[in-house]
């Protein structure tokens, strides 16, 4: 092979693994990498639910504050409950936080978690944290605007009635005062690092 076969070789793979790099990086719904690297547009949006009060409400209500977005579900045994946790601490170390952030949870189990548990339960958390319930429809909806993933654990619908686990996504979104997202903090982000970030987000 002549040394500008092999240029020519090497420029032709070059532009083949752009066009695959390209490919996987722009298909709508991927994985939660390529919804990051493509842009803010993907991730949150319009929605509609009902807060712990049982009012209706929608994503126009959050607007004005930083917001954090963590989808699980109240009889959740460890996870949910050790994030919402991270989340307080990290809040904790922002100055004039209450102000200008607000924490929403949200129920990936419907089923189960009726405005009135969600009210007990957020109670545990940072002042002022609205939990989110409503439909299936509606936590379908909401959920696949924020990639998240639930379903039921280990099993079919009716298997093991009302005493079932979920499985689901344990990420953190933040939000801007305009409901854009920001970014995401990923399973096991420390308290202190969330709390640096989020004293980024709010300075610029
Ligand atoms: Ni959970």
């Known amino acids: 092979m002549k040394k500008s076969s092999i240029i020519i070789a090497l420029a032709a793979l070059l532009v083949a693994l752009g066009a695959l790099a390209a490919s ?6 991927s994985r939660m990498a390529d919804v990051i690297s493509s842009g803010e547009a993907l991730v949150g949006g319009e929605f509609e639910a009902t807060n712990q009060d049982g009012k209706r409400v929608s994503d126009k209500d959050f607007l004005g504050k930083y917001t954090l977005y963590y989808f699980g579900y ?34 990936i189990d419907p089923e189960r978690d009726t405005p009135q548990i969600m009210k007990d339960y957020v109670a545990n958390f940072w002042p002022g944290t609205v939990g989110l319930t409503g439909s299936a429809e509606d936590i379908r909806k909401m959920a696949g605007k924020f990639r998240v993933y639930y379903g039921r654990a280990g099993g079919k619908e009716g298997e093991g009635k009302d005493d079932y686990l979920m499985d689901h996504s344990s990420i953190v979104y933040l939000m801007g005062p305009d ?3 920001i970014r995401h903090f990923a399973f096991g982000t420390a308290a202190d690092d969330m ?9 610029g």
Not at 24 to 29: S, W
Not at 74 to 98: G, H, K, M, N, Y
């Open 195 to 203: 709390a640096r970030e989020l004293k980024n987000a709010v300075e």
């Open 74 to 107: 109240t009889f959740c045994p460890d996870v949910c409950p050790a994030e919402l946790q991270v989340i307080s601490a990290a809040l904790a170390q922002v100055p004039d936080a209450e102000d200008k952030f607000q924490v929403v949870f949200v129920s």
């Open 179 to 181: 409901g854009k997202f």
């Open 24 to 29: 996987l990086l722009f298909v709508p719904g």
